[in-house]
């Protein structure tokens, strides 16, 4: 049985450097050593929140996204910005900051590599159980404009099935958590090891 096949990069340049984002080009050894070019859009990885109420309801949020140039129902989430800074102490302060809420006890639901062919973005979301309000801070651009909404999860679901709901870590984390919730899985603890969390990104900045 033949060994599978290593893709080793033989080069790569640094197309576009951006505040949230980097393009490089890679050329990569292919079956037959031919050379192909691949862009990589690298991404500093984010977290995303589902704060699960007592009651079984779920808070989300209603905010703009320029690129497709219209508010969008999500969960809370951040980008791992903050050079060195655990996964779980970001999904705390995003939490805090997008909705107001603190949270007792915390869970992974699901993690996510949204777009494999291009970029190396992964998105981890966390259950957030044993919530307390709190003062929300002011917000600044998109985010001085977002509403906080609560729902049953059940409708929050049924939302995702109709496609009133597209973000895809608030599909995955509902439908995550509507399988917990029904006893057909169990969130991962929350230091589990994330394998697919980005580095190139951060690298350039730390």
Known sequence: MSQPHEF???????????????????????PGEREAKREVVEHPGSVVILPLHDDGSVTMIDQYRHPLGRRLRELPAGLLDAPGEDPLATAQRELLEEVGYTARDWSVLVDLVPSPGFSDESQRVF???????VDRPPGIDEEADLKAVRLLLGDAVRQVLSGEIVNGPA???LLAASAVLAGISQPRPADSPWPNRPTHFAARHG
């Open 8 to 30: 080793v990069v033989c080069g790569s340049d640094t197309l576009y450097v951006g505040k949230i984002l980097a393009l490089r080009m890679d050329q990569v050894v292919m």
């Open 127 to 133: 259950l957030a159980r044993g919530l307390s309000e």
């Open 171 to 173: 599909v995955a984390g």
